[in-house]
């Protein structure tokens, strides 16, 4: 757990939250070892956040990430012309759904029916068993992101959250709520991204060290 070391090394106030983050490595190790995918969601700055998890998962973050050569060959056949162009530039992913950017349907959702399901209803529309929620909430007392978390709970998916200190509603209801040790928004903020880029390099090294 290198990248975790290094984090923790590099922001010493973070070593509260150690433990945590070991769980929350080994729920979302296991949801990409049964072919599952994250789901990830936040509002304003969490929201932000929520994409730039999805960015580090779906991509190359710090490691080369190979694609089987299987799949290699099935790209060249139907691709023809264009193989080798494509299998040149394909990276592997870590599959993640930025719940956050889906704007027809979170306008829609919002309007017609209730501003604070916009979450919920996505988690329901795209969640699976052995799926990971991910909410990201600084009080930990978003209504949107706890309906969303208690909806994957009841659904068969594994929740981690990421809050401030105090924990909120959030904690009561993920598997693993990360708690980083301020209640200040802009330094909770400012927590999460170290501990949510050692979290992806982690899952990173495990598929494609």
Do not use: W
């Not at 080798?84 to 704007?103: E, T």
């Amino acid at each position: 757990m290198n990248s975790l070391t290094q984090m923790i090394k590099e922001h010493p106030a973070l070593s509260v939250c150690e433990e945590d983050i070991l769980q929350a490595y080994e729920l979302l190790k296991l949801t990409y070892e049964n072919g599952g995918k994250a789901l990830v969601c936040g509002n304003g700055g969490s929201a932000a956040d929520s994409e730039h998890i999805v960015g580090e998962l779906m991509k190359g973050f710090m490691l080369p990430r190979k694609i089987p050569t299987d799949t290699l060959a099935k790209i060249k056949l139907a691709a023809t012309s264009d193989g080798d162009y494509i299998c040149d530039n394909l990276q592997g992913a870590l599959p993640a759904i930025s719940l956050v950017s889906q704007s027809a349907i979170i306008s829609a959702y919002a309007n017609d029916i209730a501003a604070d399901m916009i979450f919920a209803q996505q988690v329901y529309g795209y969640g699976k068993p052995g799926d990971c929620f991910i909410g990201l909430s600084t009080s930990g007392n978003a209504k949107n992101v706890l309906y969303a978390a208690k909806t994957a709970k009841a659904l068969g998916l594994s929740t981690i959250g990421f809050t401030g200190q105090p924990g909120g509603a959030l904690k009561d209801v993920c598997d693993v709520t990360i708690r980083v040790p301020s209640a200040s928004t802009p330094r909770i903020q400012e927590y999460h991204l170290p501990v949510y880029h050692a979290l992806c390099m982690m899952v990173e090294e495990a598929f494609f060290g």
